[in-house]
């Protein structure tokens, strides 16, 4: 059973529906609005590294694997402690995993991996650090921006994104024959190019006349950091 309801309630909804529809005819669409896009580059140093160590074990017994792992991470982590500094040299653990050996799907033995992470803004420190940790090998290495310095230049980089886009929205309202604008809506986006992971050789692959507990060979290189502000104006007469 349907219930309808009374015709004296249907006629003030469709009324409302009819007005509303009419109200949005009356405006027609903006006339001379102009769209823009402007954008800022600049290169920055990288200046924060990070440094993944590693160490792997195995053999037949999973207990046995499990803690000399363990005891290779414990020894890093004494070593690495000693030279943390907040901001600085951040030292963490990684992932730690242990998994089983097969032949024709049979277990025949256990491999674990071991990880430590040394990260910071105190480059020379961090590279010498992974340099004297005898119970791990680098696995990767990576640079990026520090929070301070991304803030500080996107912030500049903005600054000079709005500045084009202005000067472009003059010059532009100067050739169509306008005497100004006004700004209809915008939008500000920043790119970054925050740097990877670099795969490094075990030490063990390294050249046999590099000390095992010398410094860590690394370039900071430099990050790209852009901000791209896009948006519409409305170009007016004065």
Known sequence: ?????????????????????????????????????????????RDMLGVTMWTTREGGDATAVQA????????????????????????????????PRYTKGVINGWQGTAELI?????????????GRLPTMTVARVGFSLSREMREKVEAEVAGQAIERYRAQAD??????????????????????????????MARAQMSPAMSADAPLPVEAGKANVTVTVNGSVQLSIK
């Open 171 to 200: 010059a532009y309202a100067k050739q169509f024959g306008f005497g100004g604008w006004t700004l209809r809506e915008v939008q500000v986006n920043t790119h970054g190019d925050p740097g990877g992971p670099v795969p490094m």
């Open 118 to 130: 040394l990260e910071g803004r105190d480059i020379p420190a961090i590279s010498q650090l992974a």
């Open 1 to 45: 059973m349907t219930i309808r309801p009374p015709i004296h309630l249907l006629l003030p909804l469709a009324l409302a529906l009819s007005s509303g529809a009419s109200a949005q005819s009356a405006y027609p669409p903006p006339t001379n609005v102009l769209s823009l896009s402007a954008s800022a580059t600049t290169e920055v140093p």
């Open 68 to 99: 000399q792992l363990k005891q290779a991470l414990d020894a890093a982590l004494t070593e690495a402690r000693k030279a943390a500094r907040p901001g600085q040299v951040d030292v963490r653990t990684g992932g730690f995993s242990l998994m």
